[in-house]
């Protein structure tokens, strides 16, 4: 398929820098890295992706029981709050 296109002079420059260096011609080159750039693009949405991470707990803290870590923190805020106000 013939087409025209506008190509800024630097990757023109670059185009006919990798033909010579590859001992192909322009067109050749240009497809090349025409092919390679649409299949970066397409391969580039990849799944997103989370590493687990280890928590680091502090000794002494059962998360079996956190409801009742909860009320304790719960109380000391209170506790807290209330000291503020004397």
């Known amino acids: 398929m013939r087409t025209t296109v506008a190509i800024d002079p630097d990757l023109a420059a670059k185009l006919k820098k990798v033909a010579r260096q590859r001992?192909?011609?322009?067109?050749?080159?240009l497809n090349t890295m025409l092919?390679?750039?649409m299949g970066a693009a397409a391969s580039t949405a990849r799944?997103?992706?989370l590493r687990a991470r280890r928590l680091?707990?502090?000794p002494g803290?059962?998360?079996?029981k956190a409801l009742r870590l909860a009320a304790a923190?719960?109380?000391?805020?209170?506790?807290?709050?209330l000291e503020l106000r004397k």
Do not use: H, M, N, V
Request: net charge negative; hydrophobic share 30%; charged share 45%.
């Open 47 to 49: 799944p997103y992706r």
């Open 73 to 81: 923190l719960e109380d000391e805020e209170t506790t807290r709050k």
């Open 23 to 29: 001992g192909i011609s322009f067109k050749e080159a």
């Open 56 to 58: 680091g707990l502090r």
């Open 61 to 64: 803290i059962d998360l079996d």
């Open 35 to 37: 092919r390679a750039g």
